[in-house]
């Protein structure tokens, strides 16, 4: 454990075997996705999940990684282990075998779970998010132990039920298994790649907090001519009280919001500046004249390096046809705030809470879900590896991401685990993953078995320091 290396000095493994071996069996391999994403296993619903768990975990035992299931006080959690290489680094596989609920079913031109092919891509729920990229880490697994009898470094598979759901039970999980979960660094497959197409690393991911606020006028709807000036109105109060949070210049007016952002790494700079982007077809696909303030913060460092608040829904009083001249008596926000490193949802809701309390004390603050943001070094030993072995299988090296925009529960292996974690996603950057219609290139699956396997064969080659 806490294995030193020095990533510069190690050899360059040579994986022809285990690519041929992967080509020789791709449609065995497509045959074995199709047997797994036909299975539903819907968190939200509670549909299948024991079935699936079951089921990875005996295909995991099959293949010579020692699985079990784990309950936890929600969807239990299947873990799988094989320790072949002492000395060698251990590697913690993260994923999920619970996918979003389908629906619009009749927006589905193939039902989600009757998997499908049409040009390349397989097409049901769960391929991409997140089944079809963590069985290629295990097909990986597979295809190094039938070429070579063991692994070239130590693996821990851990596969939850519950991501899609906001993965409530990891923190209590990782905390309770800590010993078991004895890793060197975490590598998550989830998510598309890059927009570009490229394949990339993710070194992080934003963090979120979701909360609503809810204003009260009289005791009930009254008429705006005979009561407005008399009774307050709680959509003006929102309205307001939204107002003091964010100015015309983009930027967040809560007190002490932008204490705890950390500034920008000198790689983290380089790296934003390197993901390719065409703002104007960026723009012009979303039907914009302009992108959001402030205007020159340039596109990547939006999405990797800036916290956002946003509004996601205003709701009260009358919004039907027509005119009603109604003065509502009550009026309802739902916000969410994305999270950079080193802000934490207990920091940023603590001052969210208090702005409300000041500006607008009537108005009541629900906290809803949050999710801390999680950031690894990009000069962290393992990038080396990780890099050349995603050159190894794709022939091209990776873009690196310093944190995505969305959020993942990477902080428990951060931060409470305290250990490196690193994203790197094989599924197309159009996967529809959350949407009717989700896919995965075939191309991208396969990819993803030898990409899996080279990254395993560099990890086993660091050279210790
Ligand atoms: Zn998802």
New binding site residues.
């Given amino acids: 454990m806490n294995h030193m290396a020095r990533p510069s000095s190690q050899t360059r493994p040579d994986l022809t075997d285990v690519f041929a071996y992967v080509d020789a069996r791709r449609q065995e391999f497509i045959g074995r996705l199709i047997d797994y994403v036909r299975r539903p296993s819907i968190s939200a619903h509670g549909i299948g999940i024991g079935e699936v768990a079951e089921y990875i975990a005996g295909v995991m035992n099959r293949l010579g990684l020692e699985s079990r299931i784990v309950p936890t006080a929600g969807w239990p959690v299947v873990l799988g282990q094989r320790a072949d290489a002492p000395g060698a680094p251990t590697v913690l596989l993260y994923g ?1 075998y619970d ?2 609920p389908p629906d619009p079913l009749d927006a589905w031109l193939s039902p989600p779970f009757e998997p499908t092919i049409r040009d390349g891509r397989l097409y049901a729920r769960g391929v991409g ?2 089944k079809g990229q963590h069985l290629a880490q295990i097909l990986a697994v597979e295809s190094l132990l039938a070429c070579r009898g063991s692994l070239p470094c130590n693996v821990i598979v851990l596969l939850e039920g519950e ?2 759901l906001g993965s409530p039970h990891m923190p209590a999980f990782v905390r309770a298994y800590r010993a078991q979960l004895g890793a060197d660094l975490v590598i998550t497959a ?2 598309p790649v890059h927009e570009s197409g490229r394949s990339c690393i993710c070194f992080g991911v934003r963090g979120v907090v979701s909360f609503e606020l809810r204003a009260r006028g009289a005791n009930r709807d009254l008429h705006s001519g005979n009561w407005g000036g008399v009774a307050p109105n709680p959509l003006w109060s929102l309205v307001h009280l939204l107002g003091t949070m964010k100015n015309d210049r983009g930027e967040i007016t809560i007190d002490g919001f932008y204490d705890n952002v950390e500034p920008q790494t000198e790689l983290e700079r380089a790296a934003l500046a390197d993901l390719p982007v065409d703002v104007a077809a960026v723009t012009q696909e979303l039907g914009l004249e302009h992108l959001d303030q402030p205007r020159d913060r340039p596109f990547y460092d939006r999405l990797s390096a800036w916290p956002t608040l946003t509004i996601n829904g205003l709701h009260g009083g009358y919004g039907g046809q027509g005119s009603k001249t109604v003065l509502p008596h009550e009026a309802f926000a739902k916000c969410d705030i994305r999270l950079v490193e080193a802000q934490t949802v207990e920091e940023i809701f603590g001052k969210v809470e208090a702005h409300v309390r000041r500006h607008a004390p009537d108005v009541e603050i629900i906290r809803q879900g949050g999710m801390d943001p999680s950031k690894t070094p990009i000069d962290s030993p393992f990038t080396a590896p990780l890099r050349q072995g995603i050159i190894a299988a794709q022939g091209e090296p990776p873009l690196f991401v310093p944190a995505m925009g969305g959020s993942l529960p990477d902080y428990v292996f951060t931060k409470i685990l305290r250990l490196p974690a690193f994203g790197v996603p094989y599924a197309n950057a159009d996967e529809a ?2 949407a009717p219609n989700e896919n995965l290139e075939i191309e991208r699956f396969i990819t993803g078995i030898k990409t899996g396997a080279a990254i395993l064969a560099h990890l086993g080659a660091m050279q210790p320091a």
């Fill in positions: 999920h996918v979003q998010d997140n991501e899609e989830d998510g993953n959350h």
